[in-house]
């Protein structure tokens, strides 16, 4: 990962690595705000910098959750991942 938010796999690459980031962190903010609140107020303080003035909240608080978009989710990984957690599990024990 560190190549590829420092550019080292090229512009395109870069881009698409730092709007990852960026869309994890948002969401992960959304999610903890309620929990975490200066916290998670202090790291959208910083990001909404990147955000166009007319879709820029005051805080992270005014934001709503966003809903479930069920057509990303994929049941193929979700299963590949539980199979891989509960073969973890087992080697632990």
């Known amino acids: 990962n560190k190549s590829r938010l420092k550019g080292g796999n090229g512009d395109e690459e870069w881009k698409k690595s730092l709007a990852t980031l960026y869309n ?6 959304k999610v903890m705000a309620p929990f975490t609140p200066f916290l998670t107020e202090s790291m959208y303080q910083n990001l909404k ?4 003035d007319e879709k820029r909240e005051d805080s992270i608080h005014y934001i709503m959750i966003p809903d479930v978009d069920k057509s990303k989710i994929n049941l193929t990984i979700e299963r590949a991942v539980q199979r891989m957690q509960e073969v973890i599990m087992a080697g632990r024990q």
């Open 49 to 52: 910098k990147l955000i166009p």
């Open 24 to 29: 994890v962190l948002m969401v992960t903010i």
